[in-house]
Structure formats: C-alpha cells, structure tokens
Nanobody, 118 residues
Framework: QVQLVESGGGLVQAGGSLRLSCAASEGTISSYIMGWFRRAPGKEREFVASITWSGGTTYNRDSVKGRFTISRDDAKNTVYLQMSSLKPEDTAVYYC???????????WGQGTQVTVSS
C-alpha cells in the first residue's frame, strides 16, 4: 500500500511563494492520478489541482489558476505544488492524494499547514 507524506508547509507573507512536496513510499505512483486538496479554517476540504501523468494533463481550481503549478517526478516518486503570489485566503492544511482506480481519491497523506499572513 502506497503511503504519502506531505512537506514544505510553513508561514509566509502575502505575495510570497512555497513549494509543497508529496513523497510516496511502499510503492510507485507512476500510474496514478495525483492531486492536491486543502482545508481552510471553518471550511470543508476542497480540490486544488491534479495531474494525470508526467507531462500530461493538469487541472486547477479557478482561485489558484496562474499562481499554483502541480508537477510530478516519477523517478523520485514525488508530486509537487509550487505556490506563488500567495494570499491570506490560501491559508489551509494541504493534502496530497492519489487515484488508484475508478476516479476515487483512495490514498491520502496527513497534510501540511500553510499559513499566509497579511
């Protein structure tokens, strides 16, 4: 069973940048759709971005388009979320997830906290 561990979160000022990493172990993710989700204070978890395969199709929610970039390095068994022009409303716990089959996000990491101050 693949395990996912997020890292790279922290405190950043509005307008700054962070790169989140999602490292997989106990298996490969090369054949999986990968994605990032987030849960802001007082809100439910929401979709952020996804990627089908290395060099393949990516999707982003409207509020992060032009600011966030999802990528993957299957040789390192790792997925990334490059975040730029961060806003206070981006403050959330960010989760990495994988689709193994049937369009179900079935594998999840424990999350990493991102806090953007104004």
């Amino acid at each position: 069973q693949v395990q996912l561990v997020e890292s790279g979160g922290g405190l950043v000022q509005a307008g700054g940048s962070l790169r989140l990493s999602c490292a997989a172990s106990e298996g490969t993710i090369s054949s999986y759709i990968m994605g990032w989700f987030r849960r802001a204070p007082g809100k439910e978890r929401e979709f952020v971005a996804s990627i089908t395969w290395s060099g393949g199709t990516t999707y982003n929610r409207d509020s992060v388009k032009g600011r966030f970039t999802i990528s993957r390095d299957d040789a390192k068994n790792t997925v990334y979320l490059q975040m730029s022009s961060l806003k206070p409303e981006d403050t959330a716990v960010y989760y990495c997830a994988a689709v193994v089959q049937r369009s179900v996000w079935s594998i999840w990491g424990q999350g990493t906290q991102v806090t953007v101050s104004s």
